[in-house]
């Protein structure tokens, strides 16, 4: 703050009295500013998003959490930021995992966000000594159960003051990180035997080969960053033709070419012109007469839904894995959000560019292929090729950004957001936006419709 003074200069009569200044009242208050207050506090804070792998390596929901500066993983302002982004809704159709304490439960702050896929997550190790008596614990449950929510626990063991709480609940957490592997191993065990049907989940999975060994052991699901790692046993894919014409399709998209120059394109590939007719001439479309050229179908699906379809296609083509699945959600989520946190000050070329940075930063796994080698193949602006081979250029700061915001990196996103002359109270709208768009464009509306 700078404070500012005023002196009076004194007579050189030195026999005027001075009188001494009248006390200064203190001014007014100033009415809080409850809106800048409110953009400060989202500026400080993140929502996190934790992908949850079942059994079969697809993207079944999220472990949320809240990354702030000024109260981290707070249990309330968890709470209200997730009832804010309407994580009630994503948990009717999709996994959510939400930490929340019994206070919380007995004080009914779990209710907005209470729904048929809400598993609520407590934390032995962090919960009140009173919370382990039986009565106080079969009444947060209860009240669990009865809205339709699950409940999940970590932090248990195969204690006898511990144990029975696994009798409520639906979904345990185990990480590699806290037990020796041998005792990790046999707490699984003893856990499946207590309760038929009570499911697992594995955090801290960091690679493939701890993957594998998880799947053996049972677990239900996994969490941790092996999804966006290379796995080392699998074979090297290659850059066939179908997904060469979708990315020379979009980037004549992109570059605002005629419907006639991307149909010619797309006739390079048979299967890639039927799926393209397919969609135009779908109930969905409502045409009366059927479409039969290539360039009608482009016309009557319009550039916003061809650009999806073709992001989208990029991974379902050619010889999938298992887990292209989950990797394309999470590159769509991350294009999508390129594209548009840049909206608001940027040119829409850049944008689109921005987002297929966000979408081929992933290709490289998709591919089990150097980036290097898949992009000798490609026609792609000199500003997207360079932040993927090398993280520099222009848009180096914005795939920062968009990593920074996926690991719940508050203060170095906000410091991002600055650098590139960002609003970082929109950050968190931007990014939740950014997954919903991808669901819909994945067609996700329940947990049922991820494929398998």
Known sequence: MVFSRFFKRQSNDATTPVTPPAPAQPAPAAAPDHAALARRQAAEALLHR???VDARNRLYGYRFSYRSLQAPGASSALLSALAAAEIGNFAQRRLAVIPITADAVLQDEYLPLAAPHSYFLFDLRAEASG???????????????????????????????????AANADLVFLSLQDLPLQTFEQLARGLKACR?????????????????????WGFEYCLGDFLTTPDADEQQSRLDQSRLVLIEMLNLLRSDSDPAELGAIAKKDPGVAL??????????????SPVASLEQAILVLGRDRLYRWLSVSMFRVGQTRDRDEALLE????????????????????????????????????LLATPLSQI?????????????????????????????AVEKGQVERATTLAGQLGLDATTLRATNQAALAWAEEALGYTTPADIPA
């Open 50 to 52: 934790e992908e949850v």
């Open 131 to 165: 919370f382990l008596a039986s009565a106080a614990a079969s009444e947060v449950f209860r009240r669990l159960h009865a809205s339709g929510s699950r409940i999940a626990l970590t932090g248990l063991d195969l204690e006898p003051a511990t144990l029975p709480l």
């Open 196 to 216: 038929a049907g009570l499911q697992l989940a594995a955090e801290a999975v960091h690679s493939w080969p701890e993957r594998r060994m998880i799947a053996k």
């Open 275 to 288: 799926k393209l007719l397919g969609l135009a001439n779908s109930p969905a479309a409502g045409l009366s």
């Open 330 to 365: 999470v590159a769509l989520v991350r294009a999508r959000f390129l594209e548009t946190v840049a909206a608001g000050s940027q040119a829409r070329a850049v944008c689109d560019e921005l987002f297929l940075v966000g979408l081929l930063s992933l290709f490289e796994l």
């Open 375 to 403: 992009l000798e193949r490609l026609r792609l602006p000199e500003t997207v090729s360079e932040v993927l081979l090398h993280n520099t250029g222009p848009y180096a700061r914005y795939l920062m950004l968009a990593l």
